[in-house]
């Protein structure tokens, strides 16, 4: 069973920097997509960044125009099951729960699209 626990979620002012940091568990063989997706009060879930877990050193990440040269997603070095998000220059645009999610693909983009396990999310507020 695929499981996903985020962790450093919390406030922070705009302009700040958050990273936030997603555990995933479980998972069989093969080439994951791993990332974020975030929902705003009274809005639906929009897929953040994600970045395939199966090329060195750090896969190669998407992102979601509405952060892109301010968010960054990266797998650790050491242990490809674990993913960060490091958000900079933070609006207030931001606030949000994030989920961390995960989706197998064996091939392919991992923007957006269905991923397939999510976690419990992590509260950010500007």
């Known amino acids: 069973e695929v499981q996903l626990v985020e962790s450093g979620g919390g406030s922070v002012e705009v302009g700040g920097f958050l990273r936030l940091s997603c555990t995933a568990s479980?998972?069989?063989?093969?080439?994951?997509?791993l990332g974020w997706f975030r929902q705003a009060p009274g809005k639906g879930r929009e897929w953040v960044a994600s970045?395939?877990?199966?090329?060195?050193?750090?896969?190669?990440?998407?992102h979601a125009n509405s952060v892109k040269g301010r968010f960054r997603v990266s797998l650790d070095n050491a242990n490809k099951n674990i993913v960060y998000l490091l958000m900079n220059m933070i609006k207030v645009d931001d606030t949000a729960t994030y989920y961390c999610?995960?989706?197998?693909?064996?091939?392919?983009?991992?923007?957006?699209?269905?991923?397939?396990?999510w976690g419990q999310g992590t509260q950010v507020t500007v």
């Open positions: 999610a995960a989706d197998r693909r064996v091939v392919g983009s991992c923007s957006g699209g269905d991923y397939a396990f």
């Open positions: 479980g998972f069989a063989s093969g080439r994951y997509c």
């Open positions: 970045v395939p877990t199966n090329v060195e050193p750090s896969g190669f990440p998407y």
